[in-house]
């Protein structure tokens, strides 16, 4: 050990004997030449010092540029859920991490965007398996969720129609059409036990609102916005102060 650093110490006192020299004759010329000469050293220096940073640079926005690309043109059979390409593997993981890396918010995996659920009515006649989303549970405070659930509010999954699956029985359909907004609104539930299934739009049926009380994963489902709030029950906002018992 101690040979081996005597080794490298000697190696560098005869390295900076040989540049001294000519660092030294470099130095004693014409004063302006000296400067001009210095003034060139600071710049070499400044852009070798600098090269790593401004190639790192280049690599991350070149980076950016192929996520994003693929976030437009997913390769095919890649779903795109919330404008990101999703898909098991080590390709879809790996995209994952960079999104998460590029962007603040990006969730922590791919994986996590989309979750597997299944549910059905209470008597059991219409069942359904759905990819979800469980960013988008929300609930909704406007008067007819209050009025078609009988309860204080309703709470609702987006499914896109490719990503539901019903099974059994039919729904009965029951088209709404006091929305504010005027747009006719399909709400389905079971013919046999009345439980609510979804609602959906009267012609392209593209999305699927699930109600969270019939999805077996509903304890996993926190809703991350309130929507409708100036219809809401005031006291259905913030239920923590009643008194709580076990059961009933
Ligand atoms: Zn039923
Ligand atoms: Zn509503």
């Known amino acids: 050990m101690i040979v081996f650093a005597a080794a490298i110490g000697g190696l560098l006192i005869a390295g900076f004997e040989h540049i001294r020299k000519p660092f030294r004759e470099w130095l ?3 004063p302006a030449e000296t400067a001009r000469r210095a003034k060139l050293a600071v710049y070499v220096s400044a852009f070798i010092l600098s090269a790593p940073v401004i190639a790192f640079a280049i690599y991350l926005w070149m980076l950016g540029a192929r996520v994003l690309r693929a976030q437009q043109f997913p390769p095919p059979g890649f779903r795109v859920i919330r404008d990101t390409p999703v898909v098991g593997g080590s390709g879809a993981t790996a995209r994952g991490h960079v999104m998460q890396i590029l962007a603040v918010n990006a969730p922590r995996s791919t994986e996590e965007l989309i979750m597997k659920i299944d549910g059905g009515c209470h008597c059991g006649n219409i069942t359904f398996v759905a990819d979800i989303d469980p960013e988008k549970v929300l609930i909704c405070h406007c008067t007819d969720c209050q009025n078609i659930t009988g309860t204080a509010y309703r709470v609702i999954v987006p499914a896109a129609k490719e990503e539901l699956t019903l099974r059994g029985g039919k729904p009965k359909e029951y088209v709404k059409t006091t929305a504010e907004s005027g747009t006719p609104r399909v709400q389905a539930f079971c013919p046999e036990c009345g439980t609510p299934i979804y ?50």
């Open 199 to 248: 609602s959906t739009s009267v012609d392209e049926r593209r999305v699927y609102g699930l109600r969270i009380g019939t999805i077996s994963q509903r304890a996993q489902l926190r809703p991350r916005k309130q929507q409708w709030c100036q219809s809401a029950l005031t006291w259905a906002i913030d239920l923590r102060s009643m008194a709580q018992v076990e059961k009933q």
């Open 28 to 30: 004693s010329s014409e």
